[in-house]
């Protein structure tokens, strides 16, 4: 409301100056009016004047008596004419005058119009960045009553995310602490499975320092591997009697490893006795042979040792021409004709830890 009273005085204002600048402009034309028409008025009554003189010398001049008076006439016309032309000269000075006050303030008019002109359009300019200021406001208002409501309704959302962040960051937390807890006990039972997975190692280390290399062993299993040559006549399964006593000094070497070493032992799950033979002759026949060469070195380690717990490790086995020795893509006969001992890790400590560790996981 102030705003529109504002807009209204100054309206009142210039209209109220042009009104006063057209009265001082009609005011200036009447005064030039004026002089204008006494103007005309004097030249009209000297032109009659001179008429009028003109008549009277023709009268008078064939008389005589009369050229004083036409002197008289005539210097009192040169004085009325003087006085005339110094009025008129007045006039002329006046109306000059008036004329550049009249330019003045046809001047200071156009001026004033021109600055109600501009006033007017600075008006109007004025009004409609009002108007817009107005229309920017409403919008501004409106908005601001929205993020009003917004800002309630995102801080009531606020709250409740800042309660939902808590709560996930104390499971987070949690979840962490036991992560760790879990991850702590995964780092011990592998170091446990690697240490039992690495006992192979460790028992393929100490034949290899027991038994020297008079007796060769498996560098990757750890197996004994005895030449059937050596042991036993052709198609036979009776070991010689000249080379019993060299077979025993060397396994009594190898099981002396195994099982008098308390940290080897308790991991030792089986002794086994393979019989392998060559190529040669049916599958059968020589499964049949290699199972009863077996068998006769199982029955020689039972003959010498009472050992309980060697002989609850025992295992013997034929495997006829399976797993035959190559060289250079050829089958070599002597090495394919062969006993092996060999031990097979138990994996049942391996397997506790894991199963222990799996109890703990979630």
Not at 238 to 244: G, L
């Amino acid at each position: 409301m102030k705003i529109d009273k504002k807009d209204q005085a100054s309206s009142t204002f210039w209209v109220s100056y042009a009104d006063l600048m057209a009265g001082l402009l009609f005011v200036f034309m009447l005064l030039i009016g004026a002089i204008v028409v006494k103007y005309v008025f004097s030249q009209n009554t000297l032109a009659s004047k001179e008429q009028a003189i003109i008549a009277a010398l023709a009268n008078l001049k064939d008389e005589q008596g009369k050229n004083i008076t036409l002197d008289r006439l005539n210097a009192a016309l040169k004085s009325e004419l003087a006085k005339i032309g110094d009025e008129n000269l007045e006039l002329k000075k006046a109306n000059e005058i008036y004329i550049v006050e009249l330019d003045a303030l046809k001047e200071r008019l156009e001026r004033a119009v021109n600055e109600n002109l501009d006033a007017n359009a600075s008006i109007k300019d004025l009004n409609a960045s009002i108007l817009n200021l107005n229309q920017q406001m409403i919008i501004l208002t409106d908005e601001l009553k929205a993020a009003e409501e917004n800002a309630t309704t995102q801080s009531e959302d606020n709250e409740k995310n800042l309660a939902k962040i808590a709560f996930l960051l104390e499971q987070v937390s949690q979840k962490e602490a036991r992560y760790d807890e879990i991850l702590r006990d995964l780092n011990i039972t592998k170091s446990r499975i690697k240490n039992l997975t690495g006992i192979r190692v460790k028992v393929i280390g100490a034949l290899k320092e027991r038994l020297g290399s008079d007796i060769a062993i498996d560098p990757n299993s750890g197996a004994l591997k005895l030449s059937s040559s050596v042991l036993f006549d052709k198609g036979r399964a009776e070991i010689k009697d000249e080379v019993k006593n060299e077979l025993k000094l060397t396994l009594q070497k190898y099981f002396d490893v195994l099982l008098n070493d308390e940290e080897i032992s308790k991991n030792i799950d089986q002794i086994m006795i393979e019989g392998f033979t060559d190529s040669d002759g049916s599958y059968l026949y020589n499964l049949e042979l290699s199972q009863r060469r077996a068998y006769a070195v199982m029955d020689f380690i039972n003959s010498y040792s009472s050992d309980e717990n060697l002989r609850k490790h025992l295992v013997a086995s034929g495997r006829s021409f399976n797993e035959l020795v190559m060289k250079d893509g050829v089958e070599d006969k002597d090495a394919s004709r062969r006993i092996e001992i060999k031990f097979l890790i138990s994996n049942k400590e391996a397997i506790k830890e894991i199963e222990k560790f799996l109890e703990h996981t979630p």
